[in-house]
């Protein structure tokens, strides 16, 4: 991130050397911020979707072994065991 910041500030400095006004480089950097919060939401909904998968086959699972164990239990209890 600091290597990022150094990088953008050299190429404001060369902007402002070219005599770019600041409301291009402002545009630029709102561009960019918006191009970055993007795609960081479209891969936070993606991943969303695949761990919220994920862990409903778990769950699933995870349901059905408690119930073989409750019915053990149940069965041992009854039983005298």
């Known amino acids: 991130m600091l290597a990022q910041g150094v990088a953008e500030r ?3 400095a060369v902007r402002s ?3 770019s006004s600041r409301w291009h480089m402002m545009r630029q950097m709102l561009a960019e ?3 970055l919060a ?3 939401g479209v891969l936070g909904l993606f991943s969303r979707v695949i761990l ?3 862990l409903r086959a ?3 699972r995870a349901k059905a072994r408690d119930y073989t164990l ?3 239990l149940g069965q041992a209890c009854s039983r005298g065991l």
């Open 33 to 35: 911020s918006v191009r």
């Open 70 to 72: 409750r019915q053990c």
């Open 10 to 12: 050299k190429e404001l």
């Open 52 to 54: 919220q998968s994920l």
């Open 17 to 19: 050397a070219l005599e």
């Open 58 to 60: 778990v769950q699933t």
């Open 38 to 40: 993007l795609v960081g």
